[in-house]
């Protein structure tokens, strides 16, 4: 078994790629694994009372229906737990890993949903909780390691969201003017791309300009499905950022994994071949190719608004390009 420093390290900062979700899974299962203490109050939260000393966790345990986060067993018990931060439920994941617990042969089952934000609670009905739970659990009586973990999510701001505040109304007022920067950059290009493909990706129809605040991203999308795979996929272009990154622009596609992986890995290969100087990764079951760029490596002058819609306009015609040679793969 691979230790967690390991683990770790497969998940270590990479350029154009932030882990963190999978970094902190890995330690708060290691935690869950070798401190008792800490153990038995999580399972004490999750009101399972009458717990054994000996039971195992493993992350990431591949099934048809999916990979959850962390996997935890004993005799008549098995308990699966999806961590999330920053990003959203992926697609019907809840669902599928009820169907997972639902084959289980075990007695008490327990289907987990830990997130940094409140969440309204999903149909498959799981257990929610906050990751500011985890940290109140924590004590001078765990082991060390659990409370450098305790230390991680305050250092990562993992807080009970409070009151609005009068700052707060502050930022709020503020939020038009930066607002109307962003549509200044990405409206040109949304009309650019209409223009060149007929196709909309925003405020027309069933496609819209979204803020996702769970994936702290402002963007336009639309949805795409490759004849030849079958698979259905997402482009986005627009602005991400997150606590600990500053903010970039960016335009990728997003393809989800399902239990069929094979198409989906079929047509992420046809496309970052075709993308000249793409990155491309994998995270929380979704593959991604595409481009980013800090914002601040523009001009602080009067001309940033018109190169981050210059750059954008360069990685959208790749794009329009691609969907030339391949009609076939841009039904939608």
């Known amino acids: 078994m691979a230790s967690v420093f390991s683990k770790l390290y497969s998940y270590r900062q990479r350029e154009n790629k932030n882990n963190r979700e999978n970094y902190l899974t890995e330690v708060f299962a290691y935690c869950l694994e070798h401190d008792l203490v800490f153990f038995r109050a999580f399972m004490n939260l999750i009101e399972l009372k009458e717990v054994p000393d000996k039971y195992t966790v493993a992350t990431q345990v591949k099934y048809g229906e999916g990979n959850p986060d962390i996997e935890i067993k004993w005799n008549g018990a098995h308990i699966l737990i999806e961590c999330k931060i920053d990003s959203g439920e992926g697609w019907e994941q809840l669902n599928r890993y009820t169907q997972i617990l639902n084959r289980s042969e075990a007695e008490t089952t327990r289907l987990v949903y830990l997130t940094k934000y409140p969440e309204l609670k999903p149909a498959t009905n ?181 190169e981050m819609t210059e750059q954008l306009q360069r990685w959208i015609k790749q794009v329009i390009r691609l969907m030339d040679e391949r009609p076939e793969t841009f039904n939608g």
């Open 126 to 306: 799981p257990v929610m909780v906050r990751w500011y739970h985890v940290k109140e659990l924590i004590s001078k009586n765990n082991h060390p390691f659990t409370r450098e973990l305790k230390q991680y999510l305050n250092d990562q701001n993992m807080k009970k969201v409070e009151i609005f505040k009068p700052q707060d109304e502050q930022i709020l007022t503020n939020f038009s003017e930066t607002f109307a920067k962003v549509e200044a950059v990405l409206n040109p290009i949304a009309d650019y791309f209409l223009g060149a493909t007929g196709i909309a990706t925003k405020n027309r129809t069933d496609h819209m300009f979204n803020y996702m605040l769970g994936q702290q991203a402002l963007y336009y999308h639309k949805w795409f499905t490759d004849k030849e795979t079958r698979c259905s996929y997402e482009l986005r272009y627009g602005f991400r950022w997150e606590e600990i990154e500053p903010v970039h622009l960016f335009l990728v596609f997003r393809i989800s994994l399902d239990a069929a992986e094979e198409p989906q890995r079929s047509l992420f290969q046809q496309l970052k071949e075709q993308l000249e100087g793409s990155d491309n990764w994998e995270e929380d079951n979704i593959l991604y190719t595409g481009w980013s760029k800090p914002i601040g490596e523009f001009p602080q002058d009067g001309s940033q608004l018109k």
